[in-house]
């Protein structure tokens, strides 16, 4: 894979200039980020752990709880989403919601549509996004499933190299666990092999891929077969 050549100096002013921007947007709006030290704490927690304990209400116990999400800086953690013509918010790009409005669907469940802003060096761009909200699940649990709430870039000085392979959801060996995780999410499983190492299994539809570890790091990647 062919990555795109990166200007160090240039991109670390714009980075620092962005961070400047975004921390104080984040703390005008009463959404001041986390100390940095506590973002790997979160990145490894379940979004049923960073949850609040409550149980699921109503729609409007539901939107009351979610909005307190409005007005701060989310980051989108995997995929990409349409969010007007011609407009995605891909992976790990920064988006702001300004508003939720509930819309009730022919079952029990609402579509709940996202009033957003794109951020970033250039400016904000506005849009939606509609996401399918059902009784007995909570509404926070799955925009935080869907958007980090703590900049995912702040306290990894990671090089460029790393965040675009996690961009695109692909790997190379030598990345870290929290690599691995930020690219492709949690594992299906994770086993210990005879020699030692550690495996973690993805599954998907229509394949299986098996990673092994040494320590920290990803050492092979295996297709598996069934032959």
Not at 44 to 72: F, W
Not at 170 to 180: D, P
Request: glycine fraction near 6%; hydrophobic fraction near 35%; charged fraction near 30%.
């Amino acid at each position: 894979m062919t990555l795109p050549r990166y200007n160090t100096r240039n991109r670390r002013k714009t980075s620092l200039h962005f961070l400047l921007f975004a921390v104080s947007a984040a703390v005008l709006s009463g959404c001041a980020s986390a100390p940095a030290e506590k973002y790997a704490q979160e990145f490894n927690m379940t979004v049923a752990e960073s949850a609040e304990s409550r149980q699921p209400g109503n729609i409007d116990d539901e939107i009351a709880g979610a909005k307190k999400l409005t007005g701060c800086p989310l980051w989108l953690r995997k995929g990409r989403i349409q969010i007007g013509e011609k407009l995605y918010v891909l992976k790990l790009d920064r988006i702001e919601i300004t508003d939720m409005i509930p819309v009730k669907t022919l079952g029990a469940g609402y579509n709940i549509e996202l009033k957003m802003q794109k951020l970033d060096e250039r400016g904000s761009k506005p849009g939606n996004f509609t996401i399918l909200w059902q009784p007995g699940t909570r509404l926070a649990e799955l925009l935080e499933g869907q958007f980090y709430k703590n900049d995912p870039f702040l306290g990894r000085e990671w090089d460029p190299e790393i965040w675009e392979l996690i961009k695109n959801d692909q790997l190379k060996t030598g990345m870290t666990k929290e690599q691995v995780r930020m690219s492709w999410g949690e594992p299906t499983f994770i086993s210990k092999v005879p020699d030692s190492r550690e495996r973690w299994s993805y599954e998907w539809q229509y394949q299986k891929k098996y990673l092994y570890f040494e320590n920290d790091n990803l050492v092979q990647i295996k297709e598996w077969h069934n032959d």
